[in-house]
């Protein structure tokens, strides 16, 4: 008779019988100083993991990655031929769309003519602050996502749009309108801060909004929130950082009596880009939005394998798309809800990683606060200090980049390549505190092979 069961003729393995065999099978190495690596998150990475890991075996998680969207993001420099373009993704394939909108002289009316705003989710993205523009978004389109991020204005470009007054009282119209409000953690990612910290800064950076809120008539069980993200290709801390990311939301709203629920809007990270052997970069954003899948990324926008050094175009722009489709309808990655879950690995590190980020954004609101801190100029050192650690094990080739800093191809020439200027720009000029500053790692070495071009 056969057993009910695949696995019920088999004895259990514990824990510490199969450390007691690759003990064995090491032949007198030491275990911890051979098999086991201490991440930048001073996390220490088992050879394996066993629900002997466990307490209680975790729970079933929010994560459905059967819903995600494929989003697009477009740059509005002309109102017509973004429209334009729109409409014409929109028709390849592209499910959402992001607008950024750079000055109140974009017609709203004109920029979504001929978009079924009941099919496709729409994102608006200011660059400037405006209450009036507010206003007439959410008169014209009133489903649309307004994104406008002031604190992430004053991390990224050290001043505010304005003033800090003058920014929260758009602030203020913002979610009295649309009650919703979003973050913009992909900074903090780009600019080399450990995904702890990204966790943690995104998590106080979120807190700042709801400070500014507990007082109000606003009833935060309807507020939404959108984080965007950015995930390199740690592939498994990625799956983890995002899970990681909900859980801690839902901890953070709980305390507020706030939505607990978020959405997450992911891009890959510019920091692992190469400008020398370009096509890596595919490679690079393709399991990079696998990683946004699995950990229960809404929306995806792809990079294009040249965004760093070349304008928009339709060839690069086509691949990320068809990346994203292959993924979605041909790999099936839209079949499986919670495919993380179970994972002793991934279960684990989402864990270690909720509890760092837990513990230093509760020594940030001990230290007066994520402002405050930016104010103070902590949160850019502690985050330099992580970037200048990842670039001496780039430096070293601890990190690799294929193509770059490990099997470079010496005829590879990019010179006559360059439409944007792909390195980091200096601008001197007065602001209210130091910016935090994006930085991709093989900058220093792309700038002196350029150099050496015949």
Not at 67 to 75: G, H, M, R, V
Not at 153 to 166: I, R, T
Not at 206 to 227: C, K, M, P, R, T
Not at 316 to 330: D, F, G, T, Y
């Amino acid at each position: 008779m056969m057993s009910k069961h695949l696995f019920d003729e088999f004895q259990p393995v514990s824990s510490k019988q199969w450390k007691q065999k690759i003990q064995f099978d090491l032949k007198g190495a030491d275990y911890n100083d051979t098999l086991v690596w201490k991440t930048n998150e001073n996390i220490d990475v088992k050879p394996f993991y066993h629900a002997d890991d466990f307490n209680k075996l975790p729970n079933i998680s929010d994560t459905k990655a059967t819903l995600w969207n494929i989003l697009k993001i477009i740059f509005v420099a002309d109102v017509e031929k973004s429209n334009k373009k729109a409409l014409d993704i929109i028709d390849k394939g592209a499910e959402s769309i992001k607008f950024i909108i750079p000055n109140e002289t974009v017609s709203i009316n004109e920029l979504v003519k001929g978009i079924n705003q009941k099919e496709t989710t729409l994102f608006l993205e200011l660059q400037f602050l405006s209450a009036d523009f507010i206003n007439n978004i959410h008169n014209l389109v009133p489903q649309a996502k307004i994104q406008i991020d002031s604190i992430g204005q004053l991390a990224s470009d050290g001043n505010w749009f304005k003033s800090f007054n003058e920014d929260f009282k758009a602030f203020d119209t913002l979610i009295n309108k649309t009650y919703a409000f979003n973050v913009n953690a992909s900074l903090y990612q780009n600019a080399g801060a450990t995904i702890t910290q990204e966790l943690a800064y995104t998590l106080a950076h979120a807190n700042e909004y709801l400070n500014g809120l507990e007082n109000s008539e606003i009833d935060l069980q309807s507020l939404n929130i959108v984080f965007n993200v950015s995930v390199s290709s740690n592939y498994f801390f990625e799956i983890a950082k995002l899970r990681a990311l909900r859980a801690l939301w839902k901890t953070l709203a709980k305390a507020y009596g706030a939505n607990t629920n978020c959405e997450i809007v992911v891009t890959p990270s510019k920091r692992n880009k190469t400008l020398y052997d370009y096509n890596t970069n595919m490679l690079r954003t393709t399991t990079e939005c696998m990683s946004a899948i699995l950990g229960g990324a809404n929306f995806i926008a792809n990079l294009p394998y040249d965004a760093i050094y070349h304008k928009s175009n339709a060839l690069s722009e086509r691949i990320a798309r068809n990346q994203l489709l292959i993924l979605k309808h041909e790999s099936y990655f839209n079949m499986v809800n919670n495919p993380s879950d179970g994972s002793y690995y991934i279960e684990t590190i989402t864990d270690q990683l909720s509890e760092k980020a837990l513990e230093l954004f509760k020594d940030i609101e001990n230290n007066g606060g994520f402002l405050s801190q930016l104010k103070a100029g902590t949160i850019q050192r502690k985050i330099k200090e992580s970037a200048l650690k990842e670039q001496e094990q780039f430096d070293k080739g601890e990190i690799v980049l294929l193509g770059t800093n490990v099997h470079p191809n010496a005829k590879d020439s990019m010179k006559h390549e360059l439409e944007l200027y792909p390195f980091v720009k200096t601008n001197p000029r007065k602001t209210l505190i130091e910016p935090i500053i994006e930085k991709r790692l093989s900058e220093q070495l792309e700038q002196n092979r350029l150099k050496n071009e015949n």
